[in-house]
């Protein structure tokens, strides 16, 4: 889904009149987030599911009396626009200084954990974790694979460093999950582009540790062919296609259609080049058994012919 719309608070719209309360159970015009909270509706179902997730946002933190309260974990997540793949969206996440409790109700989860100065941040006018504690606390409390794409996309677009991080787990060092989160700390990449490049380091790296990311690809003389999600040094390219790429890499006057002849025929020269170049998709890392499999014809094949070595340079 494609949002048309920023989510900001000027789209709630509270406390309607009895008589367009009564219109709107009829046309349904007004989307309910609570009581006296409403979206129009035209705006929330143009929306993606993470912008929906920031107005519910902004109506419970305008809700909750204690002014200390942030808005933390997932929910900051969706406040810094970082992607938050198959991680449930049902619940505003809160947190208010403390040690040790919380509370889940209906619609929002309420942590309480130590919050320092250091920690929380102010954004569109909201109180909520800065981006390395925001990454912290989802990768105490949610599965590897889910916090390293959250992780990730923080690195990529420089929201955090990796010295941010670390300074992070320091203060955080008796927290509950807080080996995990140095687990993932440690493997977060920012050379990765996307969920879908993530989510496929994280699946292979076990499997092939010798796996190269984000490589630039060059031929005899040093031109560069280009640039490539994942590289092994047998003389074999793997590429996430996650069809994202075409719409969002366009060079200036350039179509959709243009950019997948332009890929076509850079796929072409690394293929003249010597290299195997094999393409996996979302339906493929949901059966990584029959990807590595794959992987490892294309590596044996790659081996018997001798493919190019070393004709690459690692990413900047």
Same mark, same amino acid.
């Given at each position: 889904?494609?949002?048309?719309? #920023?989510?900001?608070?000027?789209?709630?719209?509270?406390? *309607? $009149?009895?008589? +367009? =309360?009564?219109?709107?159970?009829?046309? %349904?015009?007004?989307?309910?987030?609570?009581?006296?909270?409403?979206?129009?509706?035209d705006v929330w179902e143009a929306l993606t599911p993470e912008h929906q997730h920031v107005l519910r946002t902004f109506d419970a933190?305008?809700?909750?009396?204690?002014?200390?309260?942030?808005?933390?974990?997932?929910?900051?997540?969706?406040?810094?626009?970082?992607?938050?793949?198959?991680?449930?969206?049902?619940?505003?996440h809160l947190s208010r200084p403390g040690n040790g409790g919380g509370r889940t109700e209906r619609s929002r989860t309420i942590h309480?954990?130590?919050?320092?100065? #250091?920690?929380?941040?102010?954004?569109?006018?909201?109180? *909520? $974790?800065?981006? +390395? =504690?925001?990454?912290?606390?989802?990768? %105490?409390?949610?599965?590897?694979?889910?916090?390293?794409?959250?992780?990730?996309?923080?690195?990529?677009?420089?929201?955090?460093?990796?010295?941010?991080l670390m300074k992070c787990l320091e203060r955080a060092v008796n927290r509950n999950g807080i080996e995990a989160a140095r687990r993932?700390?440690?493997?977060?990449?920012?050379?990765?582009?996307?969920?879908?490049?993530?989510?496929?380091?994280?699946?292979?790296?076990?499997?092939?540790?010798?796996?190269?990311?984000?490589?630039?690809?060059?031929?005899?003389?040093?031109?560069?062919?280009?640039?490539?999600?994942?590289?092994?040094?047998?003389?074999?390219?793997?590429?996430?296609?996650?069809?994202?790429?075409?719409?969002?890499?366009?060079?200036?006057?350039?179509?959709?259609?243009?950019?997948?002849?332009?890929?076509?025929?850079?796929?072409?020269?690394?293929?003249?080049?010597?290299?195997?170049?094999?393409?996996?998709?979302?339906?493929?890392?949901?059966?990584?058994?029959?990807?590595?499999?794959?992987?490892?014809?294309?590596?044996?094949?790659?081996?018997?012919?001798?493919?190019?070595?070393?004709?690459?340079?690692?990413?900047?």
């Amino acid at each position: 889904m494609t949002s048309n719309f #920023s989510p900001h608070r000027g789209l709630l719209v509270r406390n *309607l $009149t009895s008589s +367009q =309360r009564r219109a709107n159970r009829r046309k %349904r015009e007004f989307v309910q987030l609570r009581r006296n909270c409403y979206v129009r509706s035209d705006v929330w179902e143009a929306l993606t599911p993470e912008h929906q997730h920031v107005l519910r946002t902004f109506d419970a933190i305008d809700s909750v009396q204690n002014r200390s309260t942030v808005v933390s974990h997932v929910s900051a997540a969706a406040m810094w626009g970082l992607p938050i793949w198959d991680l449930p969206l049902d619940r505003v996440h809160l947190s208010r200084p403390g040690n040790g409790g919380g509370r889940t109700e209906r619609s929002r989860t309420i942590h309480v954990a130590p919050l320092s100065p #250091s920690d929380v941040t102010r954004k569109e006018g909201v109180a *909520l $974790t800065t981006p +390395q =504690r925001t990454i912290v606390d989802i990768a %105490r409390t949610v599965p590897f694979e889910h916090a390293v794409v959250v992780g990730d996309a923080a690195l990529n677009r420089s929201l955090v460093s990796k010295t941010d991080l670390m300074k992070c787990l320091e203060r955080a060092v008796n927290r509950n999950g807080i080996e995990a989160a140095r687990r993932v700390v440690e493997f977060l990449d920012g050379r990765s582009e996307s969920v879908g490049e993530s989510r496929s380091r994280v699946l292979l790296h076990t499997e092939f540790p010798g796996m190269h990311v984000q490589a630039r690809v060059v031929d005899e003389r040093g031109a560069v062919l280009a640039r490539v999600d994942f590289l092994f040094d047998e003389g074999v390219i793997g590429e996430f296609d996650g069809r994202v790429k075409y719409s969002s890499h366009l060079r200036p006057g350039e179509t959709s259609a243009d950019a997948v002849v332009r890929e076509k025929l850079r796929e072409d020269a690394l293929r003249e080049a010597g290299w195997i170049v094999i393409r996996w998709t979302w339906a493929d890392l949901a059966h990584p058994e029959r990807l590595i499999q794959r992987i490892r014809r294309a590596l044996d094949e790659a081996y018997r012919q001798q493919r190019p070595t070393r004709l690459w340079v690692p990413a900047a």
